[in-house]
C-alpha cells in the first residue's frame, strides 16, 4: 500500500501568515489522484481539495493544493482564524486507498 | 444536499462483531459509492472499504478477513459489520459519500471495545 507522509506534524504560525503542508508518497501518486482534508476536535473531517489542486465546493480560495508524483502541498496564503486544525492527505490512485497521519497547524 | 448519519452500539465486547448503520438522507444512496472509515483515538484514518448501492465491494486487505459492508436500498442506508473485534478496533467510524476522495461525511459515532 501506499505511504503517506506529512510534515511537519505540528505547524505553529499567527493568523495571517501563509502555511505551507507537505505530503509525502512512498510511491508514485497516479493521476495526481491526491485530497486534502481539514478537521477540527470533535467534528468529521471536511473536504478542502481533490485531485491535488481543485477546490471543493466552498472552499475559500487562500486554499490551493499542488504537487504530482510523490510529492504535495496544500497552501494556505493567510490564516483565518478558523483555518487552524488538523489537515490531513489521502490517495485515491491506488487501492487500498490511504491517509497520511495529519499536520496540525495551531496558533503560535 | 446529502446527509448522513450513523448509527449503533458505542460498546462492544471482545471478540464479538461491531455492527453500524449508516443513513442516508437528501438523495439517493444510487447516486455515489459509500464508504467506511475509522479514526483509532489520536490517530489518523484509515479506509475500511466501500460499497456500491449493486452491492459491489472493495475493503482493505488489512481488514478483510473481517469485515462485511452491506446496502439496502429501500431504507437508504448501508451497514458495517467487523467480527472478532479487539481493543484495537476502538475508534470514531465515519460513513462518508465516495468518489474516489470522501464527501460527505456522517458526524463519526466512537465505538468502544471493552469488557
Known amino acids: ?108 | 444536499q446529502v446527509q448522513l448519519q450513523e448509527s449503533g452500539p458505542g460498546l462492544v465486547k471482545p471478540s464479538e462483531t461491531l455492527s453500524l448503520t449508516c443513513t442516508v438522507s437528501g438523495g439517493s444512496i444510487s447516486s455515489y459509492y459509500w464508504s467506511w472509515i475509522r479514526q483509532p483515538p489520536g490517530r489518523g484514518l484509515e479506509w475500511i472499504g466501500y460499497i456500491y448501492y449493486t452491492g459491489s465491494t472493495d475493503y482493505n486487505p488489512s481488514l478483510k478477513s473481517r469485515v462485511a459492508i452491506s446496502v439496502d436500498t429501500s431504507k437508504n442506508q448501508f451497514s458495517l459489520k467487523l467480527r472478532s473485534v479487539t481493543a484495537a478496533d476502538t475508534a470514531v467510524y465515519y460513513c462518508a459519500g465516495t468518489h474516489n476522495w470522501f464527501d460527505p461525511w456522517g458526524q463519526g459515532t466512537l465505538v468502544t471495545v471493552s469488557s
Open chain 1, 1 to 108: 500500500e501506499i505511504v503517506l507522509t506529512q510534515s511537519p506534524g505540528t505547524l505553529s504560525l499567527s493568523a495571517g501568515e501563509r502555511a505551507t503542508l507537505s505530503c509525502r508518497a512512498s510511491q508514485s501518486v497516479r493521476s495526481s489522484q491526491l485530497a486534502w482534508y481539514q478537521q477540527k476536535p470533535g467534528q468529521a473531517p471536511r473536504l478542502l481539495m481533490y485531485g491535488a489542486s481543485s477546490r471543493a465546493t466552498g472552499i475559500p480560495d487562500r486554499f490551493s493544493g499542488s504537487g504530482s508524483g510523490t510529492d504535495f502541498t496544500l497552501s494556505i496564503s493567510r490564516l483565518e482564524p478558523e483555518d487552524f486544525a488538523v489537515y490531513s492527505c489521502q490517495q485515491y490512485g491506488t487501492s487500498p486507498w490511504t491517509f497520511g497521519q495529519g499536520t496540525k497547524v495551531e496558533i503560535k
